[in-house]
C-alpha cells in the first residue's frame, strides 16, 4: 500500500507503508476519494509555515519563538500530505458500537489508501451514505472557515456582499451569502475559472484585480455604497486594501485568510479612518468563538456536515480538477504549488 508525502520542501512522493493491528477503540477504512488543503497545507510544504520558529502560547495569548531544542513541527522524509478522504470501513474493533463494517464515512487523514481512526467520541468521524457526493464531502473543512466567516461578517438579507479569494473557501462563502438572501454578491479573483465558478453560483459580479480598482469597482456596483459585509480570504495586501476602499461606512470585514507578513505599502488611514471600517479576524477553529456559548466549533461542523450533505451546499465545481491517486504525487506538486492557477480544490480519486 503507499501514502502520500513530502520528502522534501516542493517535493512529494508515493511511499509503501503497513498498517499496525487497529485498537479495540477504532476502524480502518479503504479510502476511495482525498483531497488536501491548499492553504495551510501548503505552507508546510513549501518550508513557509509561520510555526517553524513560533508557536502560539495559549496563556500569553500570543506568539513566542520556540526552545532551541523543541521540534519546528515541520520534519520532512515521511511528511504527511491530505487534509480529508472517504471511503468504507473494513475493520472494526471489538469497542465501536457506532460504526460497523461497510460503513461509508468521512474524516480528516492523509492521502493513502488505508486509514486507521478513531470510531469512539469522535464526532469528526461522519457517516455517509452510499449516495452522498464525495467531493461535498472532502470540503468539509473549507465549509466550517465560510461558514465562520459569513457569521462574522454579519451577512443578512438584503445585504451587498463581496468575496475577495476564490478558493475552497470563498467559493462556500459566496454561496452563502447567496443563499443567505444578499441583494448584491461580488466574486473577486485574479483566476477567470475561479470567476466562472463564482456566476454559477450566483454571483452578481466578479472582478479581476489585476485588471480593475477592486474597491471602486464593489462602490460601483452597490450605488456607491459599499459592500455592508467584505469576505477577505487571500491574504494578499492588496486585497485588504481594496477591501478598506470597498466596505460600506461601518461595514464589517471578516479576515479569514492567515496572512503573511504584508510588505510595505499597506495605507490603514484614508478610507479606512473614513469608512469607520471594522476588520473581524474570522477563524472557525479558535475558541471560544465570537457567538459563544451558543456557537461552537462543533456547531459549526454539525451544521455545515448536515449542508453538504444534504446538497444545499454544491461542491462538486469546488473540487477541481481530479485525478488519479497514481498520479498524486505530481499532480500536488502542479495543482497545488506550481500552478495554482489550474486548480481550485484538488480532488484524488482512487480504484
Request: glycine share 8%; charged share 25%; aromatic share 10%.
Amino acid at each position: 500500500m503507499k501514502k502520500l508525502v513530502a520528502t522534501a520542501p516542493r517535493e512529494a512522493k508515493l511511499v509503501e507503508y503497513e498498517d499496525r493491528p487497529i485498537a479495540s477503540d477504532e476502524v480502518k477504512v479503504k479510502v476511495e476519494f482525498a483531497a488536501p488543503k491548499h492553504g495551510t497545507e501548503l505552507a508546510d510544504f513549501r518550508g513557509t509555515t509561520p510555526f517553524i520558529d513560533g508557536k502560539f502560547d495559549d496563556e500569553w495569548r500570543m506568539f513566542v519563538q520556540r526552545d532551541k531544542d523543541e521540534p519546528r513541527g515541520i520534519v520532512f522524509g515521511d511528511l504527511p500530505l491530505g487534509n480529508m478522504f472517504v471511503g468504507t470501513i473494513i475493520e472494526a474493533g471489538a469497542d465501536v458500537t457506532e460504526y460497523k463494517v461497510g460503513d461509508r464515512v468521512c474524516s480528516y487523514g492523509q492521502i493513502k489508501e488505508t486509514q486507521i481512526v478513531k470510531a469512539v467520541n469522535n464526532y469528526k468521524l461522519r457517516k455517509m451514505k452510499p449516495t452522498d457526493s464525495a467531493a461535498n464531502a472532502v470540503c468539509y473543512d473549507p465549509a466550517q472557515f465560510a461558514l465562520a466567516s459569513v457569521r462574522d461578517a454579519e451577512v443578512r438579507p438584503g445585504d451587498c456582499v463581496a468575496v475577495i479569494g476564490l478558493g475552497a473557501i470563498g467559493l462556500i462563502a459566496l454561496q452563502l451569502a447567496v443563499k443567505a438572501g444578499a441583494a448584491v454578491v461580488i466574486g473577486v479573483d485574479p483566476i477567470e475559472h475561479r470567476r466562472e465558478v463564482a456566476k454559477k453560483m450566483g454571483a452578481h459580479f466578479t472582478f479581476d484585480p489585476t485588471q480593475c480598482d477592486v474597491g471602486y469597482e464593489i462602490k460601483k456596483a452597490t450605488g456607491k455604497m459599499g459592500a455592508d459585509g467584505i469576505i477577505e480570504t487571500s491574504g494578499s495586501m492588496q486585497a485588504l486594501q481594496s477591501a478598506l476602499k470597498g466596505v460600506a461606512y461601518n461595514g464589517t470585514i471578516a479576515y479569514a485568510a492567515f496572512a503573511k507578513p504584508f510588505p510595505a505599502g499597506l495605507w490603514l488611514g484614508q478610507e479606512g479612518h473614513f469608512n469607520q471600517a471594522k476588520i473581524v479576524f474570522s477563524r472557525a477553529c479558535s475558541e471560544p468563538l465570537p457567538e459563544y456559548p451558543r456557537w461552537t466549533r462543533k456547531r459549526i461542523e454539525d451544521v455545515v456536515w448536515n449542508m453538504l450533505m444534504n446538497g444545499y451546499l454544491d461542491c462538486r465545481d469546488i473540487v477541481y480538477p481530479i485525478i488519479s491517486f497514481e498520479e498524486s504525487a505530481e499532480g500536488f506538486c502542479r495543482y497545488v504549488d506550481r500552478e495554482p492557477d489550474k486548480s481550485i480544490k484538488l480532488g484524488v480519486t482512487f480504484k
